[in-house]
């Protein structure tokens, strides 16, 4: 059943602890602690069948006081709202410690999108873009793709709220089709993030890329694409796993047809160039770097105890629990925050919206560059404030992102 209070929860653990770490403005720390508003609709559709099914969803904006509330939108079974809240709060920290002009929002829609056709899809998307066009707009909460929504379903909110208006709204979503002003790179920047997170952190800690071993928890559009991005730098990528089960070959997997087995079957198992491994024995696989590249709050404190690599990079939101965060830095194992290391999507997501606005198309070389330069500089600022202050990475970006929103939380004011 859904229930994000853990979720919600580990967001004020940690929200606490740095605001006591950095000593954060009382006052701004108590506005924090709850989103500055939440819309809950329901979502009528049609079903091909005929009858009408009514499904529920939320748009959150967490906070806005550095710009328009920037978050992607999820279409997933075991959403609710307070799973949307602590995915809008880590939003917020994540475009701070990226230094992006964003506040934090997020979305979501209560459904199994496998149960719906395309048409069905397309109808649960245009009217939950309906019913959430009061928060919408380029300058007041621009969407983007999570999980189970795609190019394709953003595509779709872009004309809904376009023709809504009565015009154009390019810049009201990122994540578009290429043919609707979308940007090159888009769709591979959160795992083009990751891959620099874990090169300058190997680079840190002194651990050479080539032969080392990776294990990726989630095959998906980041987990997947990070996996090939690691084979090709030399990287033996020893385990996988996705919604199917689990993977393990200690020579490394052949990551190439490892996809293309995946296109065909759309789940990585049956694959035959690898052996069948228990899902919770994939963190205990001998590597340098894990990577959980799935859902929330997948490392409690057993597995956290079984995790032997020196590294673990967050591919997905919150797939930690702060008591796991402990048990880890107990073992000394480093933990690239989620709010930094899966940036690279939200920072591709700044600059298609940016093209959007300034009508313009950067070349794709502009791209890759900016999105490598904008997470080496975070990358590098947090693992900075990390070694000053003697703490963790998590807490060390947290510090950074509340600086950020606390300078310009004080140089706005509050309202009235």
Not at 118 to 130: A, G, K, S, V
Not at 131 to 136: D, V
Request: net charge negative; proline share 6%; hydrophobic share 45%.
């Amino acid at each position: 059943m859904p229930d994000g209070t853990a979720s919600w929860e580990a967001v004020l653990a940690r929200l606490d602890d740095a605001a006591a770490l950095i000593d954060l403005d009382a006052d701004l720390h108590e506005i924090l602690r709850k989103p500055v508003r939440m819309l809950e609709v329901g979502v009528p559709v049609r079903r091909d069948s005929g009858h009408v099914e009514v499904f529920t969803g939320w748009r959150v904006h967490h906070n806005v006081t550095r710009g328009p509330a920037k978050g992607g939108i999820r279409f997933h079974p075991h959403v609710d709202a307070l799973e949307v809240s602590a995915l809008a709060a880590e939003m917020t920290f994540k475009t701070a410690v990226l230094d992006l002009p964003f506040g934090g929002g997020k979305g979501g829609v209560r459904c199994d999108p496998a149960q719906l056709s395309l048409r069905e899809l397309e109808r649960l998307t245009r009217r939950y873009t309906w019913e959430i066009l009061p928060l919408l707009g380029p300058d007041t909460d621009v969407p983007a793709p999570d999980v189970n929504t795609d190019e394709r379903v953003m595509g779709w909110l872009m004309d809904t709220a376009s023709m809504a208006s009565g015009r154009s709204l390019p810049a009201a979503v990122t994540g578009k089709p290429l043919a609707l002003q979308g940007s090159h790179g888009h769709s591979g920047a959160t795992a083009s993030g990751l891959l620099t997170c874990v090169r300058l952190a190997f680079a840190e800690l002194g651990i050479p890329m080539a032969g080392s071993r990776a294990v990726v928890q989630g095959f998906g559009k980041v987990g997947g694409t990070l996996a090939f991005l690691l084979h090709s730098a030399g990287m033996r990528v020893v385990g996988v796993s996705d919604v199917s089960g689990a993977l393990v070959n200690p020579s490394g997997l052949d990551i190439p047809a490892l996809a293309d087995h995946v296109k065909e079957h759309h789940v990585v198992a049956g694959f035959p160039l690898a052996e069948v491994l228990e899902p919770a024995d994939l963190f205990a696989l001998d590597c340098e770097v894990i990577v959980p590249a799935a859902l929330a709050n997948v490392i409690d404190t057993t597995i956290a105890s079984r995790i032997t690599a020196r590294l673990v990079v967050e591919g997905a939101n919150g797939p930690t629990t702060p008591a796991a965060d402990r048990v880890l830095d107990d073992h000394g194992v480093v933990v690239v925050p989620d709010i930094l290391a899966n940036g690279g999507g939200v920072t591709a997501s700044y600059f298609e919206w940016a093209q959007n606005r300034q009508g313009y198309a950067w070349d794709d070389n502009v791209l890759a560059d900016r999105l490598r330069g904008r997470m080496e500089h975070a990358f590098r600022e947090v693992w900075g404030r990390a070694s000053v202050l003697g703490v963790s990475q998590r807490r060390a970006a947290l510090a950074v992102g509340l600086d950020r929103i606390s300078a310009a939380f004080l140089a706005r004011g509050l309202f009235p």
